[in-house]
């Protein structure tokens, strides 16, 4: 039931090393590199088997270095692979960088949804990096972005920002989805805009839902590892469907992502540098000494209690009546007209609740510390 999925565009945290998809200076030295062609690639073709309608987002955690400038004063190149700037002379080039690899993608029968101009733009520590600032994602995407987009018919989406709640707390980056928007000329290509939870707190999705509810909010990275208990279901997995699951949708998120998806048994595939996370589980770890078991985190039923239940295209509906701080829940009408409700009751005893849709009702005994899914066919 899963339905959308998240990659890098050139490496990330995770991959082998760092590297983009023109190393060499020129465009026309651009190309997937390996880990795209021999591993991303084919496992998305087998996803996409499975089903179709799979959406997609991509990021990248650094542009090309020789497109770095350590800062925009100055514009002295900058060859690290962490941290720096983009230099303004290259936000069409590096627009149409991300033309190319959307096309290179569809050439292999496999649509690009959506990307974000940058990972954790605000994060300057990250093993691959680039800090972007708000006005530089709105220069480059009213520049550059935008127009490669335009002016190749590409239709994937622009989402913007894809970090944290509380902006690092850089008090002029505060709101930066907002500023952009505010620029007419950079509003018009973007759709929305993506949030991570490593800091801050998620009732910032809906203060700017608030100020531009035209706009989309999606949520795209959480993690889970050693450091907050990640394979104790009892600890994690309540506290997570609170702020993560059900916190996003009933802030306007319309999509919920996880990352990763996946990692092995020995916290793997991480790049070997420093600002990677070496102490992270996926949301299911595979045993690497023959790939035939895997373990389910607390990600995995994070994910599944709502994609069980709440599919593509799905409407968040009303849904009152109980009193109780410590239940929580969602409720929606999905396309084909079934109802879908997500509940945690968060109590250590057994709640006996009654749902209703106003024609039909039915009664669930709901175990304490748990989260229950419901799917019904709606009433004629």
């Given at each position: 039931g899963f339905s959308y999925v998240r990659i890098a565009i050139g490496c990330s945290d995770f991959s082998f090393s760092e590297f983009t998809c023109c190393d060499e200076k020129g465009l026309e030295h651009f190309a997937l590199p390996m880990e795209d062609t021999k591993y991303v690639i084919p496992i998305l073709k087998e996803i996409?088997?499975?089903?179709?309608a799979v959406k997609i987002i991509a990021a990248p955690w650094t542009c090309p270095k020789w497109m770095k400038v350590k800062?925009?004063?100055e514009r002295v190149p900058f060859d690290s692979w962490t941290s720096g700037h983009l230099?303004?002379?290259?936000?069409?080039?590096?627009?149409d960088y991300f033309v190319k690899w959307i096309q290179a993608f569809e050439k292999e029968g496999i649509k690009i949804h959506a990307?974000?101009?940058?990972?954790?733009?605000?994060?300057h520590g990250n093993s691959a990096s680039l800090f972007m600032g708000w006005e530089e994602a709105r220069d480059f995407i009213k520049t550059g972005l935008g127009p490669a987009f335009k002016e190749a018919g590409v239709?994937?989406?622009?989402?913007v920002f894809d970090?944290?709640?509380?902006?690092?707390?850089?008090?002029?980056?505060?709101s930066y989805p907002t500023k952009i928007y505010d620029d007419a000329e950079a509003s018009q290509y973007i759709a929305g805009a993506a949030y991570h939870n490593y800091g801050g707190n998620r009732s910032e999705l809906l203060n700017i839902h608030k100020l531009y509810p035209n706009k989309e909010l999606l949520f795209t990275e959480t993690s889970i590892g050693t450091w907050n208990s990640g394979r104790d279901l009892e600890a994690r997995l309540l506290n997570d469907m609170e702020e993560i699951a059900l916190g996003t949708a009933n802030n306007w998120c319309r999509g919920t992502i996880v990352w990763n998806l996946m990692l092995d048994s020995d916290l793997g595939p991480v790049s070997?540098?420093?600002?990677s996370c070496k102490t992270c589980y996926g949301a299911v770890d595979i045993d690497n000494t023959n790939y035939s078991k895997i373990v389910r985190n607390s990600h995995y039923y994070?994910?599944?209690?709502?994609?069980?239940?709440?599919?593509?295209?799905?409407?968040?509906i009303g849904a009152s009546g109980y009193a109780d701080s410590n239940i929580m829940y969602s409720a929606f009408e999905n396309p084909d007209g079934t109802y879908a409700f997500v509940l945690m009751n968060n109590n250590e005893k057994t709640k006996r609740i009654t749902f209703s849709d106003g024609k039909r009702h039915f009664a669930y005994d709901v175990p304490g510390k748990s989260v229950t899914s419901y799917r019904w066919a709606k009433s004629e």
């Open positions: 996409l088997a499975i089903n179709p800062s925009l004063e230099n303004p002379e290259y936000y069409r080039t590096y627009g990307v974000t101009p940058q990972n954790e733009p605000l994060n239709t994937t989406k622009i989402y970090h944290n709640y509380n902006y690092d707390n850089l008090a002029d980056q505060k070997p540098s420093d600002g994070l994910i599944g209690h709502m994609s069980s239940v709440v599919k593509p295209g799905a409407v968040r």
